[in-house]
């Protein structure tokens, strides 16, 4: 069982906005930033968001984080076949242990 | 360009022991502190081990303390992972993983993983 939790899965129709939960605790996301990995299938996971909401060079500006006190999320906008992946947030908590949420599977209907 | 690229997977009994190594190539590798993160057939991501860039400090969780042994060769830009007493749950992709410091640690930059079973 994973510290951060996640929602298993999550859909939307082409051109639709979603949103992705992460909770977790003072320890983690508390009092600490939040990242987010999107793994396409059959690939390694890549870095979407740095802390809480930041994007990396290369990364579409229809994906967006937020963070407010224990919970974080992650919102993809004007979504595209190709958003359809697995989705983890992550953190590094106060014991300096990285913790992963249990992943969200995001389905493009 | 930057790449990880990981070796060393393969097929091993239980209790028994393999290395992993990662090679790093088109950045500085010793500026960087560097991390092993695993993936179980079908689950999610769990992160195994963390490096200091200068070897000073290592991070494990419970689950592999003693098991498992990072290590780095700055001079190789290399990167590895000595696991011993392995067990069936222990089967998994391995992926080295770099860590940003720009980017509040952040893992930017993935190899594409070795698979290694643990199976009799």
């Known amino acids: 069982q994973s510290v951060l939790s996640q929602p298993p899965s999550a859909s939307g129709t082409p051109g639709q906005r979603v949103t992705i939960s992460c909770s977790g605790s003072r320890s983690d996301i508390g009092s600490n930033t939040v990242n987010w990995y999107q793994q396409l299938p059959g690939t390694a996971p890549k870095l979407l968001i740095y802390?809480?909401?930041q994007r990396p060079s290369g990364v579409p500006d229809r994906f967006s984080g937020s963070k407010s006190g224990t919970s974080a999320s992650l919102a993809v906008s004007g979504l595209q076949s190709e958003d359809e992946a697995h989705y983890y947030c992550?953190?590094?908590?106060?014991?300096?242990?990285?913790?992963f949420g249990g992943g969200t599977k995001l389905t493009v209907l | 360009e930057v790449l990880l690229v990981e070796s060393g997977g393969g097929l091993v009994k239980p209790g028994g022991s393999l290395r992993l190594s990662c090679a790093a190539s088109g950045f500085t590798f010793s500026s960087y502190n560097m991390n092993w993160v695993r993936q179980a057939p079908g689950k999610g991501l769990e992160w195994v081990s963390s490096i200091t860039s200068d070897s000073r400090y290592i991070y494990q969780p419970d689950s592999v303390k003693g098991r498992f042994t990072i290590s780095r060769d700055n001079a190789k830009n290399s990167l590895f992972l000595e696991m011993n007493d392995l067990k069936a749950a222990d089967t998994a992709i391995y992926y080295c993983?770099?860590?940003?410091?720009?980017?509040?640690?952040?893992?930017?930059?993935w190899g594409q993983g070795t698979m290694v079973t643990v199976s009799s």
């Open positions: 992550a953190v590094w908590d106060d014991s300096l242990n990285v913790v």
């Open positions: 802390s809480n909401d």
């Open positions: 993983a770099r860590d940003d410091p720009l980017a509040e640690d952040a893992f930017d930059i």
